[in-house]
């Protein structure tokens, strides 16, 4: 069964600039509109990326809590692409099997499922992005999937058909079920496809999926220690640390 969900602003997102104390023990969070500024222990931060991987003074993408005692995510600022797999969809309860959601849209309601992934390389690998997609498939005369819609003249359904070939679900010939999802999330899981995913920048929203290639490593968010040799990093981070605590109030 399909579920509804009302939409709430419990939330907010936008572009941030993260402020990091000499040690490592604190950050400043500042909206780059000046809508929210706060200081967190670091202890209290998303486990990923890892704080220690982040330059000292940067702008991210970062959702924070309604009640705005937490940071819920921090993501690239950049519309560079990130390699991505699947790793989950989104589920109506922790143990439940993903369903679609039903939304209240102008023209009648209508179902989209949201599709979890996981940065695979650099300072953000382990960051979890949502990828929301149309669910539009109907059942063929022989009791098959298709997909209800032409893909090259709907950008939701193109989108929705681009990542079923990029995570290998549309390698498989299916049978109608009422309920796609769980098999879909268990074809992309076993086939482990990495792609790569391009992000909004004023949100960190996923934008275009695009195939990855091995051979043409194009990974813009390089892991800090890989990036630098470790004395030109060390020496870069003093310098950079003397001028952040000249003028900024940790306690």
Same mark, same amino acid.
């Given at each position: ?6 939409? !709430? ?10 402020? =990091? ?8 969070? $500042?909206? @780059?509109?000046?809508? =929210?500024?706060?200081?967190? %222990? *670091? ?6 990326? #890892? ?33 991505? /797999? ?6 109506? $309860?922790?143990?439940?099997?993903? @369903?679609? /959601? ?13 599709? *979890? ?6 300072? =953000?690998?382990? *960051? ?5 997609? *149309?669910?539009? =498939?109907?059942?063929?005369? +022989? ?8 893909? $090259?003249? !709907? ?15 549309? +390698?498989?010939?299916?049978?109608? @079920? ?11 899981? #076993? ?9 909004? /920048? ?16 194009? %990974?813009?968010?390089?892991?800090? +220690? ?5 004395? @030109? /990093?060390?020496?870069?981070?003093? $310098? ?12």
């Amino acid at each position: 069964m399909s579920w509804t969900i009302k939409e !709430s602003k419990d939330s907010q997102a936008g572009l941030a600039t993260i402020k =990091f104390n000499d040690a490592r023990t604190k950050c400043k969070v $500042e909206f @780059e509109d000046g809508s =929210f500024s706060k200081k967190f %222990d *670091v202890d209290d931060l998303p486990q990923y990326p #890892n704080p220690k991987k982040l330059k000292q003074v940067d702008t991210y993408n970062v959702v924070i809590s309604g009640d705005e005692e937490t940071v819920w995510t921090i993501r690239p600022a950049s519309t560079a692409p990130v390699v991505v /797999k699947v790793v989950d969809f989104n589920r109506p $309860e922790k143990d439940a099997d993903p @369903e679609p /959601k039903t939304y209240k849209g102008k023209y009648g309601d209508y179902q989209m499922f949201i599709v *979890v992934l996981e940065i695979q390389k650099g300072k =953000f690998k382990g *960051v979890n992005l949502n990828a929301s997609f *149309v669910y539009k =498939f109907f059942e063929t005369d +022989d009791g098959m999937v298709g997909i209800d819609g032409n893909p $090259e003249k !709907s950008d939701w359904i193109g989108k929705m058909a681009n990542f079923l070939d990029l995570s290998g679900i549309a +390698d498989s010939n299916l049978e109608w @079920e009422d309920n796609l999802l769980p098999t879909f999330l268990k074809i992309a899981k #076993n086939k482990g496809n990495l792609f790569q995913v391009t992000l909004t /920048k004023e949100k960190g929203y996923v934008d275009l999926l695009i195939a990855y290639d091995d051979d043409d490593d194009t %990974d813009d968010f390089p892991d800090v +220690d890989k990036a630098f040799p470790k004395d @030109e /990093k060390e020496e870069a981070t003093k $310098e950079v640390d003397t001028d952040l605590d000249d003028d900024e109030d940790w306690d």
